[in-house]
């Protein structure tokens, strides 16, 4: 079981960059996916999730709504993170992971998250 975040950068502000989620030994579609990013010293914050594909529903924190948008690819075991408009202040490491979640709820504290992927870092500077 392994889930595989990559698509990160040096992006300027303004800007854009798709993070790919790519797993492997399980099915991606079956599970919540969320997308989490943390600057060093600070708490790891959460970004956005997708319910498990039977139920299609989203979550997006404030300060990324009409920027980010997640989506699958369930031929390729694979959830996207779009990020567009990007700040100075999405400088982060970006991590994703996958609950065990209803299809009809989002899941979005990190604690409900059992597999978890090594980082991609962006970066948003000019």
């Known amino acids: 079981v392994q889930l595989q975040a990559s698509g990160g950068g040096l992006v300027q502000p303004g800007g854009s960059l798709r993070l790919s989620c790519a797993a492997s030994?399980?099915?991606?579609?079956?599970?919540?996916v969320g997308w989490f990013r943390q600057v060093p010293g600070k708490e790891r914050e959460g970004v956005s999730c997708?319910?498990?594909?039977?139920?299609?529903?989203?979550y997006y924190t404030d300060s990324v709504k009409g920027r980010f948008t997640m989506s699958r690819d369930n031929a390729k075991n694979t959830v996207y993170l779009q990020m567009s408009n990007l700040k100075p202040e999405d400088t982060a490491v970006y991590y994703c992971?996958?609950?065990?979640?209803?299809?009809?709820?989002?899941?979005?504290?990190?604690?409900?998250?059992?597999?978890w992927g090594p980082g991609t870092l962006v970066t948003v500077s000019s």
């Open positions: 030994g399980f099915t991606l579609a079956d599970f919540t």
């Open positions: 997708i319910s498990p594909s039977a139920g299609s529903l989203y």
């Open positions: 992971a996958a609950a065990i979640g209803p299809k009809d709820a989002v899941v979005v504290g990190a604690e409900g998250y059992v597999y």
